[in-house]
């Protein structure tokens, strides 16, 4: 998509913080899981720019793979929860930290973490860049945030409207 062809998109969350907050993130997780063997799932599709800082940011031995859920339908949820692509490998008996985008009504994540909790692993966490409670139906236990925001739309840094703007350097809220 050319650029004079994206809508406009005001900057949220920057670059710099983005970074800075990664770093700190992947501090917190080093020091708590230091001596354990870590899986870290990502959440498809939206965690994918998260994930990939934060793992480079954690100074640890991990194994890392990915679970597709779908909820979402242009920028409002469809209430439907589904995975799209699931785990690759057993997590039975492993501490999990489950890497999410954005934590809103907490429905999916309730779903994803009841489904996880079948496989019977060790632990779950969770690290989500963002929150939202104002929009939470079902409170989240999310263990390593990033940024807490307020009800607005926002693409970026792997968040997308409708599969686009996901490319975006910084967290954004497209002006409509």
């Known amino acids: ?3 004079d062809l994206r809508p406009k998109v005001d900057v949220l969350i920057g670059e710099a913080d983005l970074s800075a907050r990664v770093a700190q993130l992947g501090a917190e997780i080093t020091r708590d899981y230091a001596g354990k063997p870590l899986v870290v799932i990502g959440v498809l599709k939206g965690s994918f720019v998260f994930l990939a800082d934060l793992v480079r940011a954690i100074d640890l031995p991990m194994a890392v793979d990915f679970i597709g859920i779908s909820s979402y339908q242009g920028t409002r949820t469809s209430g439907v929860v589904q995975i799209t ?3 690759t490998r ?17 429905l999916t994540m309730k779903y994803l ?9 060790a632990s779950v966490k969770i690290a989500a860049l963002l929150e939202k409670p104002s ?9 390593y945030r990033g940024f807490v925001i307020g009800d607005e739309f926002v693409v970026g840094y792997g968040l997308d409207w409708d599969g ?6 910084f967290v954004g809220v497209p002006r409509t």
Do not use: F, H, Y
């Not at 057993?90 to 954005?102: F, N, Q, R, T």
């Not at 973490?113 to 692993?121: D, F, I, S, V």
């Not at 929009?135 to 263990?143: F, T």
């Open 1 to 3: 998509m050319s650029s």
């Open 85 to 87: 692509s699931d785990l």
């Open 90 to 106: 057993p997590i039975e008996g492993k501490d999990v930290l489950l890497v999410e985008d954005i934590v809103d009504t907490g």
């Open 113 to 121: 973490l009841a489904n996880l909790a079948t496989r019977r692993p």
């Open 135 to 143: 929009r939470a139906q079902v409170k989240i236990p999310i263990d």
């Open 164 to 169: 686009k703007l996901r490319n975006l350097p």
